[in-house]
């Protein structure tokens, strides 16, 4: 029998709800061993949205939030192994996204940089696990956007030459992943995933999402207000294109909500943030090609019902479903994929792929950050 590969994904997305764990074994199909959630603390989200806009005092609070999510992230990999009943020593790497706090893609009139915090030295010396972490920088380096760089993972264990397919990710921001059975990989950020809907429905109910969708699906999407937020620029980009919370936030919101003559009931406008992502998701997998395809929607979008319908309803044609149909449950695709990323890492093999984020090579992704002795629990 072969020995396992084990490896360990670390992903905390722009909703910035929770840290997603997934222990991997790669040795050959991807496995998903055991998984694991670490809930942020309402203060740590707090600070991780204030930073991903321009403020006082950034760098000290960035510096402290770096060390506190670096122990967060820590103590999520000390947690699954124990759940797993796993040791350190079995674990080759983990590979860790970190918190993205600001992402500028080139062309971006503040600079081309991005930027993920969660100190990756603090990942390896508590758990005594070799890290890989600093995925995106190497891919800005060679010309790229830095994202989305799941689509190297989707097309690795969802292309099939018997049927194009589209693989949906739908997080705080959405993306997508273009798996034609004959033909090039393509992939890029739609726009505004969960993040509008969950702010929205946070300031007006205390709650972090809307449930199912429920909220949204009891009101009506307002036209104009539709109209004018689908008017923005990004919308209209060529790929390549990433985007994220510095473009599509409350103030981007506020901005359409005040052009209009009359005040939107809350619940309308959660209807309209709902038909927004719907509608930019569809748009962009409408301009792939006619023929029918299969769609499997991942990330926390996948458990709206009243989302998953108007996906559905805006591409009549095209099979509508979630990655579980798969056997890979949604919630865990990303964190997966950057265990499979630090696999690459640590092999040397490339991660990215040019015709995705523009890079102008494939390139080896992030920092290794090697680990000395292992230790267990290590985490005050």
Partial sequence: MSQRQLYLGLMSGTSADAIDAALVDLQSTPQLLEQHTLPLPAEIRQQIHSLSLPGDNEIDRMGALDVDL????????LELHAKAGISATQNAAIGCHGQTIRHRPPGSSEG?????????NLIAELTGITTVADFRRRDMAAGGQGAPLVPAF??????????????VNIGGMANITWLPA???TLGFDTGPGNVLMDDWIHSHSGDSYDKNGTWAA?????????????ADAYFTLPAPKSTGRESFNRSWLDKSLAKLATTLSPVDVQATLLELTAATIAGNIGSLGRA???IYVCGGGAYNPRLMQRLQDLLPTDKVASTS??????????AMAFAWLAQQTINHRTGNLREVTGAKREVILGGVYYAGEHRTGFLK
């Avoid at 097309?155 to 589209?166: E, L, M, S, W």
């Avoid at 009891?218 to 689908?230: F, V």
């Avoid at 149909?325 to 990303?334: A, F, M």
């Fill in 182 to 184: 004959q033909g090039q």
């Fill in 325 to 334: 149909v798969l056997g890979i449950d949604p919630q865990w695709i990303e």
């Fill in 218 to 230: 009891s009101g009506q999407a307002h036209p104009e207000l539709l109209a004018d937020l689908l």
């Fill in 70 to 77: 670096g122990k967060l992230f820590a103590r999520t990999s």
């Fill in 292 to 294: 029918a395809k299969e």
């Fill in 154 to 167: 989707h097309r690795a264990i969802f292309h099939t030459h018997a049927k194009d397919r589209v693989i």
């Fill in 112 to 120: 081309t940089f991005t930027l993920q915090i969660g100190d990756p």
